[in-house]
């Protein structure tokens, strides 16, 4: 059963807009979430983190915000450019656990 | 030089074969990785060991073995090739520590064709 999900394959978005992507998990034990993006024919790489003690984190212009009663967590990309363009798969974890995956969106930005 | 490098890049088998895939890191971190993905799937964890006497079975195991020769090698068998472990294999590796942090870092993958 997938623990974490990702509810849009894909995104299109304008250059200079906001991008938002969604994730949901359902294990309550969750304590630390990634987003990973990856770019054809290269493995993921790591883009920004949450613990659950906190609801935002910020790095530049990538922001991850943490809902833990609704056990969703979403990536804000502002302003949005077209190297953006890639899969993101966001993660969870039991902290000092394994990790478990979405099953990626795949962000388009349009110039 | 890449931290975390993965052989072969590409390969194409036969059902019934035998594949290694090998992976080695130069983080020094203690705990490695293998996935795989599929499209739709998103990334499913095949086995994990976090230090070189720790193995872990993930969540789709079943037609894979692995070995932890060194702290900075994994590898990951298919003892007899199947046409649905067709896929891209990744390799990852993370240092843990006690403020909770582990950041996952990956290799560039090994794209299986399994004929």
């Known amino acids: 059963d997938q623990q974490v999900k990702q509810n849009s394959p894909s995104l299109s978005v304008q250059e200079g807009r906001i991008s938002i992507l969604n994730c949901d998990y359902t294990n309550s034990m969750f304590d630390y979430f990634l987003w990973y993006k990856k770019y054809p024919a290269e493995g993921p790489t790591f883009l920004i983190s949450i613990s659950s003690i906190k609801d935002k984190n910020e790095d530049g212009r990538f922001t991850v915000f943490l809902n833990k009663s609704a056990k969703h967590l979403s990536l804000h990309i502002v302003p949005s450019q077209p190297g953006d363009s890639a899969v993101y798969f966001c993660?969870?974890?039991?902290?000092?656990?394994?990790?478990?995956f979405g099953t990626g969106t795949s962000l388009t930005v349009i110039p | 030089d890449a931290d975390v490098t993965q052989t072969p890049r590409n390969r194409i088998t036969k059902t019934g074969k035998r594949i290694m895939l090998e992976c080695s890191q130069t983080k020094g971190h203690d705990r490695m990785y293998w996935y795989r993905q599929d499209p739709g799937l998103g990334l499913r964890l095949i086995y994990y060991?976090?230090?070189?006497?720790?193995?872990n079975k993930g969540e789709i195991s079943d037609g894979y073995s692995v070995s932890r020769q060194a702290q900075a090698k994994f590898s990951l068998s298919l003892e007899s090739a199947i046409p649905n472990q067709t896929a891209l294999y990744f390799c990852a590796t993370s240092d843990f520590d006690r403020g909770g942090i582990d950041t996952q870092y990956f290799g560039p993958g090994t794209r299986l064709t399994v004929l």
């Open positions: 060991s976090f230090d070189v006497k720790d193995i």
């Open positions: 993660a969870a974890s039991r902290t000092g656990n394994q990790f478990y």
